[in-house]
């Protein structure tokens, strides 16, 4: 296992940025917000890769993606050595989900179906919901529960 930098530690971002050279990788887990309990996010946390790519030309401070080494640690919070395992890349491919959903269409087998007929069955419910709002809305209720 190799070394890991965090924020919480003392004298970590000070070794972090004597430890980094031109050329070395480090690796940043991150967890999508925007994902929640969404079952349409391919993974609920990926690992991406980051290069050092040399010092700053009047500052002298070593650049990862554009940012000094502190301010990509600060930003990131944690960042490792070595490449994280059992955690998928960004570009890795998500779960199989021809099985879910609605209409699944099964492993090994092609849709045959009319998109036309798809998209006028959800602009239908699309409508149902606008006029069920509006009669909620006229009958006095206030909100939905969400907002």
Same mark, same amino acid.
């Given at each position: +296992?190799? /070394?890991? $930098? ?5 004298? &970590? ?5 004597? $430890? ?20 349409? $996010? ?10 050092? *790519? ?11 993606? #554009? /940012? ?5 640690? =600060? $930003?990131? #919070? *944690? ?5 994280? =395992? ?7 491919? #998500? =779960? &199989? ?9 099964? @492993? #090994?087998?092609?849709? /045959?179906? !009319? ?6 069955? +959800?602009?239908?419910?699309? !409508?149902?919901? @606008? ?15 969400? =907002?």
């Amino acid at each position: +296992m190799g /070394k890991t $930098w965090t924020t919480t530690r003392r004298g &970590d971002v000070k070794d972090f940025v004597r $430890w980094l050279r031109k050329g070395a990788t480090v690796y940043v887990i991150t967890t999508p917000q925007y994902a929640g309990n969404s079952r349409l $996010w391919n993974h609920p946390q990926y690992w991406t890769a980051h290069t050092c *790519t040399g010092q700053h030309p009047l500052i002298g401070s070593m650049q990862i993606d #554009g /940012k000094g080494a502190e301010d990509f640690l =600060r $930003w990131h #919070g *944690t960042v490792y050595e070595d490449q994280p =395992r059992h955690i998928p890349h960004v570009s890795d491919p #998500g =779960r &199989d989900c021809r099985d879910e959903g609605l209409y699944p269409i099964g @492993r #090994g087998q092609e849709y /045959k179906g !009319n998109f036309h007929d798809s998209i006028g069955a +959800m602009e239908e419910l699309g !409508n149902e919901a @606008r006029d069920r709002y509006k009669t909620d809305r006229s009958s006095g209720r206030r909100s939905w529960g969400f =907002r």
